[in-house]
């Protein structure tokens, strides 16, 4: 069953340095992953995707994500933060029929 | 890009009555639409699979009678909770699949007094 998995529920950073939110997934065959973010009260805005072509990944707000089948991840990352990056980070993996499986999220901080 | 327009954004109703959740897509045709719950600081919870002309895929633990759920035409899908209890408080979010990917609408804020 294909899964995905992020590590550390929290991540609190300071304005200007390097973000990094960590997902690992799970499958047996090549997987599609999202990265979306979620602001107070709203929903889900995609922030990028993998989908089999290009490993690096880049997408909105200056964010990027590598996609490394040898470690099984596809980690969030941002070269400095912004105070408004601070939001609700959730790794998703398409599974069958369209549906997806979002991981537990991981809450962003930025101190300023 | 693909928009998804969900209604109410928040409401609030009395312990008893039923309250109905409005998902549109805008500017695309969605065959399949997906309605999730999501409790303060946890992740989405897929409640059921909303398709076009035929009756809705509930997951395990959602009780179908409970949160009823129409798809009446192409962009247009309802989730009725019927008789509200204060455990049904809870933040309501759908999406509309296209090209393999989600598009999620604003969320519903439902507090049921």
């Known amino acids: 069953a294909q899964s995905v998995t992020q590590l550390g529920s929290h991540v609190s950073v300071s304005e200007g340095a390097l973000v990094l939110l960590r997902c690992n997934y799970s499958?047996?065959?090549?997987?599609?992953l999202f990265w979306y973010v979620q602001y107070p009260n709203q929903g889900l805005q995609l922030l990028l995707k993998y989908t089999s072509a290009a490993t690096l990944v880049k997408g909105i707000n200056g964010f990027e994500a590598e996609f490394k089948k040898s470690e099984t991840s596809f980690h969030l990352t941002k070269p400095s933060a912004h105070m408004r990056d601070a939001a609700e980070y959730f790794c998703a993996v398409r599974l069958t029929g369209n549906q997806f499986y979002f991981g537990t999220g991981t809450s962003l901080t930025v101190i300023p | 890009g693909a928009v998804v327009s969900q209604h109410p954004s928040w409401v609030i109703c009395k312990s008893g009555t039923s309250v109905k959740i409005e998902c549109r897509s805008l500017d695309f045709q969605a065959t399949t639409m997906f309605w999730y719950r999501q409790f303060p600081k946890q992740s989405l919870m897929l409640m059921a699979t909303?398709?076009?002309?035929?009756?809705?895929?509930?997951e395990q633990g959602v009780e179908k009678d409970k949160f009823l759920i129409n798809h009446a035409s192409l962009t247009l899908s309802t989730l009725t909770v019927t008789s509200a209890h204060p455990e049904d408080s809870s933040f309501y979010i759908c999406?509309?699949?296209?090209?393999?990917?989600?598009?999620f609408g604003a969320g519903t804020r439902l507090s049921v007094l």
């Open positions: 999406s509309a699949s296209l090209s393999m990917q989600q598009y």
């Open positions: 909303s398709n076009e002309g035929s009756k809705a895929t509930y």
């Open positions: 499958s047996s065959v090549p997987p599609y």
